[in-house]
Every structure is written in structure tokens, then in C-alpha cells.
């Protein structure tokens, strides 16, 4: 094994960023030798969702040198996939948002691509993520760039992909791009000014927003002017979304007062003052908006993350208690709003939802006639497989995942906060026309569909190796050493392991209906009256657990998938692989 001093040796020598180096120097000096191994002996790994780690210096970290190599790298492989139709200079979009170091990165990366020979399609101010793939499209560019770490901790950041048809990358292209990147020796350029005078530099955030602003008009019916308005409470999280809800406002025709803003969290903050995990789905983040609405006499909250892709809301009932919807409750919401609107033809309908998410939109689709379509995790995989059904035939007007993530493919092939708020505003005044609230909607939809409740949540697990470990035993759990047959007292039903390959479902081949990752931990079952996925993160020290029932009543559904959650923790999960249940 190469001896670390090498490995500093090699950083000093590619690094050109005085901060970052002197980090490295300062560790050599103090001979810490275990920092210097845990920055610099792996590096940051590219993976469908591009790069996302803390900013330090290392080949472990987001940092100027990281950012360099992966939009060389990145520059070469587009072009080599598609080198035969090139017939002009190629494009690239590249945003950013208000993090530390993200417009730094975000020019950086313009440099790079500039001496590949790209022309850069510069927003060069703040813009919520979807942005960058709806200009992806718009403009035919070959590759789009974003710099964020969405709703991370303060001292994260990222470098999210997207391919020239506007949706994330998938399979092989993550792993082609993350070989092209480590065939990078040489930085061809460190300057952050090329943006500022080069001519292969196209200003385009004027004429973008504009054009989003239009697709998005599109999705949406304006209040009427004999139409009352009901006030809501907006809060941004200390990120890029208020500008552009303040667009959704004008769209929808609503007077100026409607919106009334957090102003402790209404303006981009990278310290994140308020919220130390700046994800509107963290038990605690919606706590100011929650006073601001019962100040200013708002019955609903809408939420963004700091880069505006994820949308939350909640509702305050009558009795006074908010009721914060989950991803999967909004996410039928929105659906049922879909069907209610849909012009056209049912069977062409298509909507998708994600394997962690609600079987409950599969439920609709029964009833309902439209074509349902279950993906693996992650929008990179809703938003590629939409773009299948759409050359299939079929027109896919939905998709969501219970991460509170919500796409609309007229408007962009990614999940979109903005345009989840906006639909959700207009299907609100919808459901008011009816005498109902979102909440009220909510339980007629149960009544109809069936009641679906989760027990969803994470254990922070303390290694890889121990993930690795624990998916290798409940693999082997059974008897003769094979998978288990029953969970507690239920009997499983169907077992799909997405990691090996296998899928009881398929009596004959036993092969999975999704895609198979040998590198991603990830297991689904299915009991009677329960379904749950059990998956290591591929950005977090997590497992993940997602746990759905159906009854007859949602007391019922609650109470069957927080048993089947106390079975697991005493099966699979024990005390002695020192996993630590979240929120303990």
C-alpha cells in the first residue's frame, strides 16, 4: 500500500487552492496520520447522483481540486459518448446555489469545460436545482452541472449530473464518467474568472426563467378574480426558493399579500441559523413557520430545501394541531389531482412512484385506469424511466418519491419544490371549491383507495462493512442458512433482493422486475398486510427502512407497520451490530 506521505506528496502537487493546501500541510506537520488517512487514501466516490461530501481538503471532500478533476473527466466522457453527433461546439449548463463555495465550484467548472471545448451556459446567479436540467433540455445541451448538496448540513456540498436528456445519469454512464475522472493528472486551468469575458459564455438565467415560468403556467389554473385567496406561509429554509415562489404567485393571479414569508429563514444563508439540517422533513424545521402562520392567521405552510427540489406542507386543523404531510400523503394528493384534471385518455395516463415509496398510488391506478410504473430509488430512475413510457406511447404526468420529491415531466424530467408548490396551491383552491381541505381530501382519498400508513425510518449504522455485514445475515437468517420465511409471526410472501439478483415473484428464473445493483444493499418483502424495504444509503452512514401497511382504518394501518417495525429491530437489526434506531 502506497504510504500516505505519497498520497500528500501527490495532493500538494495538484492542489493550487493555498486554503486546502495548507490544510494538508498542517496535518503532515502534526504527523496525524489517521485525518490524513481518512482524507486522502479513497477518493470521493461518482455515483448516479454525482459527488456529495463535506468540504475539506482530500481527495475524500468537495473541494476546488475535486471539482476540477470530476468537470475534466466528466468534459471527456460526454464528448467521447457522443463524438459522432457533435457537429458544433457542444454545451453545458452549470448552476449553483447559495452554499459556501458553490458559485467558486460552479466556476471553476466552467473553466474546465471551456478548455474542452464547450460553450457554458451561465446562469451566474443563484437558481433552485430544476432549473438546470429544464435548461438541459431547453437548450440541447450535451451535459448539465449543478452545485448544491440540497438539503445537507452546512459544511457539505455537491456536483449533481445531468445527461443531454435532462434527466439524471444512470447506469453505466455513472461509472464510465467516474473511470474518466480518474484518468485525470493534470488541472488545465485553476482561474474563476473565464466566465466574466470568455466568449464561449452564454448568459442564459433571463430567457430561462421566463421559459420555466411559461411550462409552468401550463401546469397550473390562476385563481379567478371573484376567488378568495387564502393566505399560506412560505419559508425557503435559508435557500434559493423565495424569488421563485414569489414568480408562482404572480402565475397564479394571487394578490400580493398571500404569501407571507419567514423572514428569519426568507433569504439564502449557508450557515443555515434556524435549522442545523436544513430538510423541511426533520422533526423541528417547520417550527418557525409554524409560529409565523399562527401570528400572521395562515391555516397552511409551505416548505422548501435550500435548493428548492423537495416541497413540504403542512395544515393546521381545526382542532389546532398541524398536521405536516408525509412525501407519500402529498404524493397522492398531487396524483389524485392529476386524475381529476386529466384531459385525455386514462390507459395513456402514466404516473410513477419509487419501490420505498406508497403502494397507494398503485392503488389508484387499479381504480382508476391510468398506467402505473414502480422504479428503483431515486428520480435519476423515475425521471429516465418516464422518458420510456413517453416513447411507449403513454404520457407520463407524474412521479414522486416519499422523500418529499415531486415531478411533473411537461416541465422538467427531476423532482421540483417549485413547481410541487405550485400545483399544490392550485389543486388546494380546487379542493376549497369542493368544501374540502387538504387534510379533508386526504381522508376521502384513504376512504376510497384504502388506508395506507408507514413506520419509515433510519439506522445510523457505524461503518460500511458493518451495512455489508448485516445484509449478509439477514440474507442467511433462515434455517438452512438461506432467507427467512417469516417476519414475527407473519409469513413472507414474496422476498426480492435487488443486491443478488433475486425475486421469489419469478417461479420460474427468479429474476428481479428491477433493475439489479451488486453494489447497493437493498431488500424488499412483502407480508400479508405489509410491505416494507430495507436499503443501506448511498450517501449516509444509513440503513434505511420503509414500512407500509393497509387496513381497514389508518389506526389500524399505523398500528400493523409499527409492529412489523418492532419485529425487525429485534430480528434483524440487533444490539450487538451497534446500529443506532434515529431520533435515540
Known amino acids: 500500500m502506497e504510504p500516505i506521505e505519497h498520497l500528500a ?44 461530501a ?36 457542444p454545451s453545458v449548463v452549470i448552476g449553483y446555489d447559495a452554499r459556501y463555495n458553490s458559485e467558486k465550484f460552479a466556476r471553476l467548472a466552467a473553466t474546465a469545460f471551456i ?57 453505466p454512464h455513472d461509472r464510465g464518467i467516474a473511470k474518466a475522472i480518474e484518468e485525470v493528472s493534470v488541472i488545465a486551468s485553476w482561474e474563476t474568472s473565464t466566465v466574466d469575458h470568455d466568449p464561449n459564455v452564454r448568459r442564459i438565467f433571463p430567457k430561462t426563467v421566463e421559459a420555466y415560468c411559461d411550462s409552468l403556467r401550463a401546469l397550473v389554473a390562476p385563481f379567478s378574480r371573484n376567488e378568495q385567496s387564502m393566505p399560506f406561509t412560505y419559508t425557503p429554509m435559508h435557500g434559493v426558493g423565495l424569488p421563485f415562489m414569489q414568480q408562482v404567485v ?11 414569508v419567514v423572514e428569519a429563514q426568507a433569504r439564502p444563508d449557508p450557515d443555515f441559523p434556524t435549522v442545523p439540517f436544513p430538510n423541511p422533513e426533520e422533526h423541528g424545521a417547520l417550527d418557525l413557520a409554524m409560529q ?37 400523503q402529498m404524493g397522492v394528493l398531487l396524483a389524485s389531482h392529476v386524475v381529476e384534471t386529466w384531459r385525455g385518455q ?20 387499479e381504480k382508476e385506469g391510468f398506467h402505473y410504473q414502480e422504479t428503483l430509488t431515486g428520480f435519476k430512475w423515475l425521471g429516465n424511466v418516464a422518458q420510456d413510457l413517453r416513447d411507449r406511447g403513454y404520457e407520463p404526468a407524474f412521479a414522486y418519491e416519499e422523500a418529499i420529491g415531486y415531478m411533473f415531466p411537461t416541465l422538467v424530467w427531476d423532482k421540483d419544490g417549485i413547481a410541487g408548490a405550485a400545483v399544490f396551491l392550485s389543486a388546494r383552491q380546487r379542493w376549497r371549491e369542493q368544501g374540502l381541505t387538504s387534510y379533508e381530501k386526504l381522508q376521502s382519498l384513504y376512504q376510497t383507495y384504502g388506508y395506507f400508513d408507514d413506520a419509515n425510518t433510519y439506522l445510523i449504522s457505524p461503518s460500511p462493512e458493518t451495512t455489508d455485514r448485516v445484509f449478509t445475515d ?97 430480528e434483524w437489526f440487533k444490539p450487538e451490530y451497534s446500529l443506532r434506531l434515529a431520533g435515540t
Open 115 to 171: 478548455r474542452k471545448g464547450f460553450t457554458v451556459l451561465w446562469f451566474g446567479r443563484l437558481v433552485h436545482t430544476p432549473m438546470v436540467p429544464f435548461a438541459v433540455s431547453r437548450y440541447q445541451a450535451l451535459v448539465g452541472v449543478m452545485v448544491t448538496a440540497s438539503h445537507n448540513p452546512k459544511n457539505d456540498n455537491g456536483y449533481k449530473v445531468y445527461w443531454k436528456n435532462g434527466s439524471q445519469i444512470i447506469p
Open 250 to 260: 404572480d402565475i397564479l393571479q394571487l394578490p400580493g399579500d398571500t404569501m407571507r
Open 474 to 570: 439477514i440474507r442467511t437468517f433462515g434455517a438452512q442458512g438461506d432467507p427467512p420465511t417469516s417476519i414475527g409471526h407473519r409469513q413472507i410472501r414474496r422476498w426480492r433482493d435487488l443486491t443478488t439478483g433475486y425475486d421469489s415473484a419469478d417461479a420460474v428464473n427468479g429474476k428481479p422486475d428491477l433493475p439489479v445493483d451488486a453494489s447497493a444493499q437493498m431488500i424488499t418483502v412483502v407480508l400479508d398486510d405489509v410491505v416494507f424495504t430495507a436499503r443501506g444509503s448511498g450517501t449516509e452512514p444509513k440503513i434505511k427502512l420503509y414500512i407500509e401497511a393497509r387496513a381497514a382504518s389508518s389506526q389500524k394501518a399505523k398500528g400493523l407497520a409499527d409492529d412489523v417495525l418492532r419485529d425487525l429491530l429485534r
Open 54 to 89: 463535506s468540504m475539506k481538503a482530500g481527495f475524500a471532500h468537495m473541494n476546488a481540486l475535486t471539482v476540477l478533476q470530476a468537470s475534466q473527466g466528466l468534459a471527456q466522457y460526454a464528448l467521447e459518448q457522443h463524438e459522432d453527433a457533435v457537429s458544433e461546439r
Open 346 to 365: 386514462r390507459k395513456q395516463l402514466a404516473m410513477l412512484a419509487s419501490t420505498v415509496s406508497s403502494r397507494m398510488l398503485s392503488a389508484m391506478a
Open 292 to 328: 409565523e402562520a399562527e401570528r400572521n392567521g395562515s391555516t397552511i405552510i409551505l416548505a422548501n430545501d435550500p435548493d428548492a427540489d423537495r416541497f413540504a406542507a403542512a395544515e393546521r386543523l381545526g382542532s389546532g394541531r398541524w398536521h405536516q404531510f408525509t412525501g407519500n
Open 9 to 52: 506528496d501527490t495532493w500538494l502537487q495538484q492542489d493550487q487552492d493555498d486554503a486546502t493546501r495548507r490544510e494538508i500541510t498542517d496535518l503532515l506537520q502534526a504527523n496525524d496520520e489517521a485525518e490524513l488517512e481518512k482524507r486522502l487514501r479513497k477518493r470521493i466516490a461518482f455515483g448516479t447522483a454525482g459527488l456529495r
